[in-house]
């Protein structure tokens, strides 16, 4: 009989959530095992999600992969909308990248999935992740008792080119396996929604058109036949474009589309400009719904990720945008249980954000896809003529929201109140520019604090002259979390409000950590923190603002740890 396969991860489906999870284990030493079913070597995936928005770019640069994806997809700074032939500048896409305020990665990136999952399984697997690639889950169970501590999850996997078996023992068991998930149905959580009638296709090719600015990035043509028309800019010169099954083509083909009246439907919906189809690399027609999980954690063991816990449609992209939050939101917090520096129970804080996350993007998923496919919601009818224009209303309404930049939080034991500042606990906590001594360019707060797992401390110091006293108390009392706290689990970085040349004179300046030198007062200002009082700031491995506090009253940020860890 084979030995058991023992780790203390396995995450089921190999696509870029499940490989996101797993590299984010790895970067904390947390052991995992990933399986997917698929030949990803030869399968052509080239379609499926492909547009990320700033703040999924802003996490994974924090778990340093955004350089080499930049190096492969489209990076988009702009959109253009048409109708009847003529530029429409008061409704579109355009309106993504008049939001974009506030962070240093002000673009999407427009990449396919084949690519994303290449790049970031090549990174996994450099930190010496384990890839099963064509093996399938069979069966899991969770055991009482067992006599190797913690190794509960017993799941069955099976080899599909050899049809062998193997059995992996693990801690935990994390379903990123797609809308079909067996992890999801095995652990018999409900999955309810809706399916509506509309049917959408994508084409994913080399094409030639005359449109104006076709090479922008993104474009929308608000179709009288075919709805609001997508056309969008993706890696290695491949273009996608995407439009809705209207009544009169589902009268015409039903379910039975083939490439070809696909890409003469393709042609159409391009009008009044010219489109040539030269190849066409990958193309879909699916049908539209929203469905969600009842929870994305159960059984202290089972844990649900991306698709396997919330589908939607692509008409706001948010595909892979919302999986990269789920991974990153599950990621540092898993690994941080397998290694004990929490309680378990901070696993129920991945479901209580992440779940309303999920279900406030199906609600609004419902009124994207209706007046994409040109209609308009029956909550609406009667008070707009035009589901274009109840789109751009609605688009504009949310942007923040679509863009992730305003996806937050509520309070709990890992998002406390601040005592000082204005930016609210479970918000993403600003980025601004900081010098190293002796630099003359600057680098980003979000540079030093890269997602390993561990949380970040900045001590924002202010001008020295006026808070010395209270910052000699202050890195006291952090010195002593530093040394109570499990290895590893915290990094400290103090933040002077002075200018870089200055360093020579801050030789006294008490500090914990490396020291960076705020010399626009560009951080303190991101915080709103005065540089006459300076401020802790605590931020979480995802960089969500946990709990912000006075230089004077740096003894809670011990008090704010011991909610949550293992002591």
């Known amino acids: 009989m084979e030995t058991p396969i023992k780790t203390d991860v396995l995450v089921v489906g190999g696509g870029p959530v499940g490989l996101l999870v797993a590299h984010?284990?790895?970067?904390?030493?947390?052991?995992?095992?990933?399986?997917?079913?698929?030949?990803?070597?030869?399968?052509?995936?080239?379609?499926?999600?492909?547009?990320?928005?700033?703040?999924?770019?802003?996490?994974?640069?924090?778990?340093?992969?955004?350089?080499?994806?930049?190096?492969?997809?489209?990076?988009?700074?702009?959109?253009?909308?048409?109708?009847?032939?003529?530029?429409?500048?008061?409704?579109?896409?355009?309106?993504?990248?008049?939001?974009?305020?506030?962070?240093?990665?002000?673009?999407?990136?427009?990449?396919?999935?084949?690519?994303?999952?290449?790049?970031?399984?090549?990174?996994?697997?450099?930190?010496?992740?384990?890839?099963?690639?064509?093996?399938?889950?069979?069966?899991?169970?969770?055991?009482?008792?067992?006599?190797?501590?913690?190794?509960?999850?017993?799941?069955?996997?099976?080899?599909?080119?050899?049809?062998?078996?193997?059995?992996?023992?693990?801690?935990?068991?994390?379903?990123?396996?797609?809308?079909?998930?067996?992890?999801?149905?095995?652990?018999?959580?409900?999955?309810?929604?809706?399916?509506?009638?509309?049917?959408?296709?994508?084409?994913?090719?080399?094409?030639?058109?005359?449109?104006?600015?076709?090479?922008?990035?993104?474009?929308?043509?608000?179709?009288?036949?075919?709805?609001?028309?997508?056309?969008?800019?993706?890696?290695?010169?491949?273009?996608?474009?995407?439009?809705?099954?209207?009544?009169?083509?589902?009268?015409?083909?039903?379910?039975?589309?083939?490439?070809?009246?696909?890409?003469?439907?393709a042609v159409k919906a391009m009008e009044p400009f010219s489109l040539e189809i030269e190849s066409v690399e990958w193309w879909t027609l699916y049908d539209i719904g929203q469905r969600v999980a009842d929870s994305f954690y159960t059984n202290d063991r089972i844990l649900l990720a991306g698709d396997a816990c919330h589908t939607h449609s692509s008409g706001a992209a948010q595909g892979m945008n919302t999986g990269v939050h789920d991974a990153v939101n599950l990621g540092w917090k898993l690994g941080g249980?397998?290694?004990?520096?929490?309680?378990?129970?901070?696993?129920?804080?991945?479901?209580?954000?992440?779940?309303?996350?999920?279900?406030?993007?199906?609600?609004?998923?419902?009124?994207?896809?209706?007046?994409?496919?040109?209609?308009?919601?029956?909550?609406?009818?009667?008070?707009?003529?035009?589901?274009?224009?109840?789109?751009?209303?609605?688009?504009?309404?949310?942007?923040?929201?679509?863009?992730?930049l305003g996806i937050h939080y509520e309070h709990s034991i890992i998002n406390k109140a601040p005592t000082t500042g204005m930016v609210p606990a479970g918000w993403r906590g600003p980025d601004a520019l900081v010098y190293a001594p002796g630099s003359r360019l600057p680098t980003r707060l979000f540079h030093l604090t890269k997602n390993t797992g561990a949380w970040s401390i900045i001590v924002l110091a202010g001008q020295p002259h006026a808070t010395r006293e209270s910052l000699a108390t202050c890195v006291e009392k952090l010195q002593e979390c530093w040394n109570r706290f499990p290895h590893g689990m915290l990094r400290f970085i103090t933040v002077v409000a002075q200018a870089a040349a200055e360093g020579d004179q801050m030789f006294g300046t008490p500090r914990i950590g490396n020291m960076y030198y705020d010399q626009d007062r560009a951080a303190h200002m991101a915080y709103s923190v005065s540089t006459m009082n300076g401020a802790v700031i605590v931020l979480r491995p995802d960089g969500v603002l946990a709990y912000a506090t006075t230089l004077d009253d740096a003894e809670s940020v011990q008090s704010f740890f011991t909610g949550f860890i293992s002591m």
């Open 24 to 265: 984010s284990l790895a970067r904390q030493g947390v052991s995992s095992v990933v399986l997917e079913q698929h030949d990803k070597d030869t399968q052509a995936m080239y379609g499926r999600a492909t547009t990320m928005f700033p703040r999924t770019l802003e996490m994974l640069d924090q778990l340093e992969l955004l350089d080499d994806l930049n190096q492969v997809g489209y990076i988009g700074r702009n959109s253009v909308t048409y109708k009847d032939g003529k530029r429409v500048t008061t409704r579109g896409w355009h309106v993504v990248f008049q939001r974009m305020h506030g962070t240093f990665l002000d673009y999407c990136l427009s990449l396919r999935q084949k690519y994303s999952e290449g790049l970031i399984r090549a990174a996994y697997e450099k930190l010496g992740g384990q890839m099963y690639m064509c093996w399938k889950l069979d069966d899991f169970s969770i055991a009482d008792s067992v006599n190797d501590d913690e190794y509960k999850v017993m799941s069955q996997v099976r080899c599909l080119s050899t049809n062998s078996s193997l059995t992996v023992k693990s801690k935990f068991i994390v379903g990123a396996d797609g809308g079909h998930s067996l992890v999801r149905r095995l652990a018999k959580i409900p999955f309810e929604g809706d399916r509506s009638s509309f049917q959408w296709v994508r084409i994913d090719g080399r094409f030639t058109t005359n449109m104006p600015d076709a090479d922008v990035g993104f474009a929308s043509i608000e179709s009288n036949s075919h709805g609001n028309v997508l056309w969008v800019q993706l890696d290695h010169g491949v273009k996608r474009i995407g439009f809705a099954m209207t009544k009169a083509m589902l009268a015409e083909y039903g379910d039975n589309l083939t490439e070809e009246q696909a890409k003469a439907e």
């Open 337 to 404: 249980v397998v290694k004990g520096w929490y309680q378990t129970d901070i696993l129920r804080t991945y479901n209580d954000e992440r779940h309303p996350a999920a279900q406030h993007l199906i609600e609004l998923d419902k009124a994207f896809s209706t007046t994409i496919s040109g209609e308009i919601p029956s909550t609406h009818k009667g008070l707009y003529a035009d589901a274009n224009e109840l789109f751009t209303k609605l688009f504009d309404e949310t942007i923040q929201f679509t863009i992730g």
